[in-house]
């Protein structure tokens, strides 16, 4: 089987070429699976941010409603303040 010394280089380089494309094979198979991990993080936090979206403009949504609220509740207390002023001064005439 082995008679000379090139034969068991041949040999010895054999093995380290299976072992070489072995471990290639394998740090290929975790580096695949790291990226599917991130893609999953990124997946979830672009789920996440797109409901926070969602949820900040459903609020800005109704904050025109609660503008208009405030702003009809300053109207009514700038009347009534104007209102008693104008009370006092008849009072004091």
């Not at 280089?9 to 790291?34: G, Q």
């Not at 459903?58 to 208009?68: A, K, R």
């Amino acid at each position: 089987m082995i008679e000379t010394s090139l034969d068991l280089l041949y040999l010895i380089l054999s093995i380290c070429i299976a072992l070489f494309t072995f471990f290639v094979c394998v740090m290929l198979y975790y580096f695949v699976m790291s990226l599917r991990d991130m893609r999953l993080i990124v997946k979830g936090a672009k789920d996440k941010v797109e409901k926070l979206h969602n949820v900040l403009e459903s609020g800005f949504g109704h904050l025109g409603l609660v503008g208009e609220g405030v702003k009809m509740l300053a109207e009514y207390f700038i009347e009534k303040k104007v209102g008693k002023k104008g009370k006092k001064m008849k009072r004091g005439k």
